[in-house]
């Protein structure tokens, strides 16, 4: 008898509770948040650059001080490689996380959007993840995290200046052509690789060539590699001249890859040309 009295009030216990949580169930609503939709634009940028967060919904219920929150995947915060550069509303930020942006009350049927413009971090390294997002609210809790758009960020574009100069300025009995093949780095990001390529007058050869060049036929082509911004690296070569040359020889240096990418295409190429007379007279203007 007294364990089925105990069965009993166990049984009677577990009923009451699902009572009230039925009960709870009635009278609190199940809210199910509206659907966002979010672009982000550019989807790439570099350090320095601006990028604008948008998300646009409409209200399925009643929410009191509405907020959307901005993250991104992957490990640290949005706010880490970030900052605010416009918000037309009210933007927090969110230390180690991302940024809030205030959208205020919203009744049922009410459209609302946030945006958030920010502002690349000088030396984020280059990356890509998605965006997340999520509405928040004061009283009526908060949704889940969504997945959202891509935004890459990539090495800030550096530009090569193609340099190239001939030597003697004015010279007798010259055996040979002194050429200079000079990679400048204007900026604004660093280079990691480069290659020019000289090309030769037909019939013309290349010696003497400095480390990380090499020469086919008559064309010769030097690797860089990592420029700083602002610096520049030499590489030469000789032309050798004989008693039967004569006329113009004129070299072309053209950039034929670099990384990243290079923006001004204006300062890719350049000519250095000497006048000869065999190997008794030689001038390079």
Do not use: H
């Not at 690797?223 to 020889?249: E, M, Q």
């Amino acid at each position: 008898m007294a364990i089925l009295g105990i069965r009993s009030y166990r049984a009677c216990a577990v009923l009451l509770a699902m009572i009230l949580a039925f009960a709870w169930a009635g009278i609190t609503p199940a809210w199910a948040y509206p659907g966002m939709s979010v672009t982000v634009t550019p989807s790439s940028v570099a350090p320095g650059d601006t990028f604008t967060i948008t998300a646009s919904g409409t209200a399925d219920a009643s929410y009191t001080n509405v907020r959307i929150g901005f993250y991104k995947t992957g490990g640290g915060g949005l706010d880490e490689i970030t900052s605010i550069s416009n918000c037309p509303t009210t933007c927090t930020e969110l230390a180690g996380l991302g940024y809030f942006v205030s959208v205020g009350n919203l009744a049922p049927g009410a459209p609302f959007s946030a945006s958030i413009t920010l502002q690349v971090d000088p030396g984020t390294p280059p990356q890509s993840f998605a965006v997340r997002y999520q509405f928040l609210t004061s009283g009526q809790g908060n949704a889940g995290t969504q997945q959202g758009p891509p935004l890459s960020i990539v090495a800030p574009p550096a530009d090569i200046a193609v340099g190239l100069t001939a030597s003697p300025k004015l010279g007798i009995l010259v055996p040979n052509l002194l050429y200079t093949l000079t990679a400048r780095n204007t900026g604004p990001g660093a280079v990691t690789s480069a290659a020019l390529t000289a090309t030769l007058p037909p019939g013309a050869t290349a010696t003497d060539l400095a480390s990380g060049c090499t020469t086919a036929g008559a064309t010769v082509t030097c690797d860089y590699g990592a420029i700083a911004n602002g610096a520049a690296v030499d590489k030469t070569f000789r032309v050798p001249l004989s008693l039967l040359s004569a006329g113009k020889v004129t070299v072309t240096g053209v950039r034929t890859t670099s990384a990243p990418t290079d923006p001004n295409a204006a300062n890719d190429t350049a000519s250095a040309s000497c006048n000869v007379t065999s190997i008794l007279l030689v001038s390079c203007p």
